[in-house]
């Protein structure tokens, strides 16, 4: 079983529509989560970093982590066609071994239509 | 704002041939982060590296990866004896503090040919 599982999309939404992108992971030392945006070949950039279970909103943001059912979201409100890029999720564990590195998903495609 | 560059933004080399990609990490930031990207796939894990020495490496990073901070700024990645399947895009990363989010740079593309 992969570790963290990302539907890789495409997917493909008209300008304003709510997006919502999600993953699953199987190991339970994964305790930070964060979703990183990839415009095509340039590096990952930071959207949102969460800890604890719940909702955390920054902006047209919201991640929603739920530790119980191993599941984290991104939803975006109002998308926009500048919103289209590749959105990866990733996680690391608490200190100990394998807590440095981040685990990432594989990544959904959007493409916002204007 | 501050942000981790790298070097070269592209770079092709023959089978074989050792190739060093240079990282300068954010100012103040302490720990320093390798991953890779192969065409299509996953974001991996690489090493990291936390005060002159790597404190956790992946399966990938065998005998002819290494790492080094030759100075207060750079951090190199080298590749001893390239091969086909080293091809792929090259991330920096470093935090201020351990478990800190992860800044990437803009990546280094690979291709051995």
């Known amino acids: 079983q992969k570790e963290v599982e990302q539907d890789p999309g495409p997917l493909s939404v008209p300008e304003g529509a709510i997006v919502s992108l999600n993953c699953t992971y199987s190991n339970s030392a994964f305790q930070y989560f964060m979703w990183y945006r990839q415009y095509s070949r340039k590096g990952p950039e930071l959207l949102m970093y969460?800890?604890?279970?719940g909702n955390k909103e920054d902006g047209r943001f919201t991640a929603q982590v739920d530790k119980s059912s191993k599941y984290i979201s991104l939803f975006i409100r109002d998308s926009q066609p500048s919103d289209s890029a590749t959105y990866l999720c990733a996680m690391s564990a608490l200190p100990g071994a394998g807590s440095y590195q981040l685990t990432f998903g594989k990544g959904t495609k959007l493409s916002v239509i204007p | 704002e501050p942000e981790v560059t790298q070097t070269p933004s592209h770079q092709v080399t023959q089978m074989g041939q050792e190739v060093i990609l240079r990282c300068v990490p954010i100012s103040n930031h302490l720990y320093f982060y390798w991953y890779r990207q192969i065409l299509g796939q996953k974001v991996e894990f690489l090493v990291s590296?936390?005060?002159?020495?790597?404190?956790?490496k992946s399966e990938i990073f065998d005998d002819q990866f290494s790492v080094e901070r030759p100075d207060g700024s750079n951090f190199t990645l080298k590749i001893r004896s390239t091969k086909l399947e080293d091809s792929a895009m090259y991330f920096c990363?470093?935090?201020?503090?351990?478990?800190?989010?992860?800044?990437f740079g803009p990546g280094t593309r690979l291709l051995v040919l």
């Open positions: 969460t800890y604890s279970s």
């Open positions: 990363a470093s935090t201020r503090g351990f478990q800190e989010t992860q800044y």
């Open positions: 590296f936390y005060n002159n020495e790597i404190s956790e």
